[in-house]
C-alpha cells in the first residue's frame, strides 16, 4: 500500500462546476499538507497549505485536512478553463523536509 | 528573481551514454531534491540533500548519482547502469517543512 493515495481521474467538469480532489495516507506522524498544481510540461506550483486539521481558503481554492480519517481535500469554486491542470497532494512529519506526494490527479475544465 | 534553474530543458541520451543534468537554486535554501516523474506514477525521490557535501538516497537511486559541493547547485547524473531513463526530471529546493519550490524541469530521451 502506498503512504499516500490520490483518487486517479482523470475529471472532466464544465466550466464553473465545483471541483473536488481528495488524498488519503496512513502515516499518523504528517502534519503539513499541502496542495501542487502542475500544467503540462512545467514544474509543480505550491497552491495550498496547511498544518494539521482544519479548513483553510484561499480565493477559490478550499484545503479541508481531516487528521482523525487521515483525509484531506481541495476543492475549486467556480472552475475556469486556466484551472486545467495537474493537481498533486502532498505531506510531511514535523522533523521530516522529505515530502510524501500523491501519483496527481488531472483536472480538463471545459468551456 | 529567487528561484530554481534547472538546464536544459530537453536532453537526449545515446545508449550507454552518462549525462548530467544542472539543478542551481538562489533562494538560498538547505535541502534540494532530485525526483522522478513518469506518466500516472506520481513524483519518485532520487536522492537529496540538506547541506552541503552530504547527499541520501532516495526511493529510486539505483543508475544515478549527485554531489552537493556548493549550497547553490545539485547536478543530477543519469549514468548508463539506469536502463530506462526516459523520464520528466525535476529539481526542487526546501528551508523546511513548509513545501518545495520546483524548477521548471529537464525531459529526457533516449535516442
Known amino acids: 500500500q502506498k503512504e499516500v493515495e490520490q483518487d486517479p481521474g482523470p475529471l472532466s467538469v464544465p466550466e464553473g462546476a465545483i471541483v473536488s480532489l481528495n488524498c488519503t495516507y496512513s502515516?499518523?506522524?504528517?502534519?503539513?499538507f499541502m496542495w501542487y498544481r502542475q500544467y503540462s510540461r512545467k514544474g509543480p506550483e505550491l497552491l495550498m497549505y496547511?498544518?494539521?486539521?482544519g479548513n483553510k481558503e484561499d480565493g477559490r481554492f478550499t484545503a479541508q485536512v481531516d487528521k482523525s480519517s487521515k483525509y484531506i481535500s481541495l476543492f475549486i469554486r467556480d472552475s475556469q478553463p486556466s484551472d486545467s491542470a495537474t493537481y498533486l497532494c502532498?505531506?510531511?512529519?514535523?522533523?521530516?523536509?522529505?515530502?510524501?506526494f500523491g501519483a496527481g490527479t488531472t483536472v480538463t475544465v471545459r468551456a | 528573481d529567487g528561484g530554481i534553474t534547472q538546464s536544459p530543458k530537453y536532453l537526449f541520451r545515446k545508449e550507454g551514454q552518462n549525462v548530467t543534468l544542472s539543478c542551481e537554486q538562489n533562494?538560498?535554501?538547505?535541502?534540494m531534491y532530485w525526483y522522478r516523474q513518469d506518466p500516472g506514477q506520481g513524483l519518485r525521490l532520487i536522492y537529496y540533500?540538506?547541506?552541503?557535501?552530504?547527499?541520501q538516497k532516495g526511493d529510486i537511486a539505483e543508475g544515478y548519482s549527485v554531489s552537493r559541493e556548493k549550497k547553490e547547485s545539485f547536478p543530477l547524473t543519469v549514468t548508463s547502469a539506469q536502463k530506462n531513463p526516459t523520464a520528466f526530471y525535476l529539481c526542487?529546493?526546501?528551508?523546511?517543512?513548509?513545501?518545495?519550490?520546483f524548477g521548471s524541469g529537464t525531459r529526457l530521451t533516449v535516442v
Open positions: 526542487a529546493s526546501s528551508i523546511s517543512s513548509r513545501g518545495y519550490t
Open positions: 502515516n499518523s506522524a504528517f502534519q503539513y
Open positions: 496547511t498544518y494539521s486539521s
Open positions: 502532498a505531506m510531511s512529519g514535523s522533523n521530516d523536509y522529505k515530502l510524501s
Open positions: 533562494l538560498n535554501h538547505d535541502a
Open positions: 540533500s540538506q547541506i552541503v557535501n552530504d547527499f
